[in-house]
């Protein structure tokens, strides 16, 4: 089994107040293509039409070589996502791959795959087999981009 957590509430209103306060590198930006702005907070597409902020993100908690920082969209004003264990995201249902690696408690990578979407929760379930395995990143299999981050429940 796997829980999945999308980026913090603190995460998002930090970066909405500093776009309010003029810092350049959060943006806001009209969705214009389907699936092109999934937001990291409640990992929903952006419609098109809609406002989304574009900010730089890390999602690492330990520091390694690993630890890069990337872009994400989110929702100005977001509630979040509300999944139940095992349970997989609009972004990720959507879409036809995903790319996922894992970590270990390092913060190392100690595999990662492109796989189907449809494959998703057993590509999962494989890694955390592995005590090894700390956590996942999934991310976009097109862009590279961090998308939501899996643990064991």
Do not use: W
Request: hydrophobic share 45%; charged share 20%.
């Amino acid at each position: 089994m796997f829980k999945i957590t999308p980026i913090s509430a603190a995460v998002v209103a930090d970066a909405r107040a500093r776009f309010a306060a003029g810092d350049p590198t959060v943006q806001r930006r009209i969705v214009s293509h389907p699936q092109s702005a999934p937001c990291r907070r409640c990992l929903r597409d952006g419609a098109v039409g809609e406002a989304m902020l574009l900010f730089a993100h890390s999602p690492f908690t330990a520091a390694s070589p690993y630890a890069e920082t990337g872009p994400v969209f989110a929702h100005e004003q977001c509630a979040g996502a509300e999944l139940a264990p095992g349970e997989l995201p609009e972004v990720t249902r959507a879409r036809t791959h995903a790319t996922v690696r894992a970590y270990d408690h390092a913060g190392a990578i100690c595999d990662a795959v492109l796989t189907p979407a449809a494959d998703l929760a057993v590509v999962l379930q494989r890694f955390f087999a592995d005590d090894a395995v700390a956590c996942a990143h999934v991310r976009s299999a097109s862009y590279g981009c961090f998308t939501y981050r899996v643990d064991r429940p």
